[in-house]
């Protein structure tokens, strides 16, 4: 059962084409008909934050969605369409085909060893706070969600917008 939104998902891709990883990442959460996905950013190209200095730009993008399914389950079926795109989760492994994170669901915080939300750094990564202004009152939801002055210093890596992803059915 598809509810309503307020669960926000960063996207991100430094490996292969990566536009079409983000797209078809957006076109793979909906196809169980237990997500819909209400609104995506623009497509934003950034440099790497604490990787490699050789290490590829990432394009990334932040998806509104609803859903009925709980956070964790949400999760499990996030890890899996990282997986299918060739995601491996290693220690020393930066540079990855898909990334995907789960920023806010709802109004529910949740502090357990393998998934916080609110995500903990994205008030502080315009990798995220960009996209996420495109489709979100970015005001508000820092309001309701982040740490106190939690925008006023964001990442220096500053997104650059490359298109948006293709439209998702």
Do not use: K
Not at 114 to 143: C, K, N, Y
Request: charged content about 30%; overall charge negative.
């Amino acid at each position: 059962m598809v509810v309503g939104g307020g669960v926000f998902i960063a996207l991100g891709s430094n490996l292969g084409d990566r536009a079409r990883h983000i797209h078809d990442a957006l076109r793979e959460l909906a196809a169980d008909g237990d997500i819909r996905v209400l609104a995506c950013s623009s497509l934003h190209e950034t440099e790497p934050v604490d990787g490699p200095p050789d290490a590829p730009p990432f394009l990334n993008a932040v998806a509104e969605i609803a859903t009925g399914l709980e956070p964790r389950a949400l999760l499990r079926r996030m890890l899996e369409i990282e997986r299918r795109h060739g995601r491996e989760r290693a220690p020393g492994r930066f540079s990855r085909p898909l990334d995907l994170d789960l920023l806010l669901y709802r109004d529910r915080c949740i502090d357990e060893h393998d998934l916080q939300v609110p995500h903990p750094r994205m008030w502080q990564r315009r990798f995220v706070t960009d996209p996420l202004s495109e489709i979100g009152d970015l005001q508000r939801l820092a309001a309701r969600h982040a740490p106190r002055d939690a925008l006023s210093e964001p990442s220096h890596h500053v997104p650059r917008p490359a298109g948006r992803p293709e439209a998702v059915a």
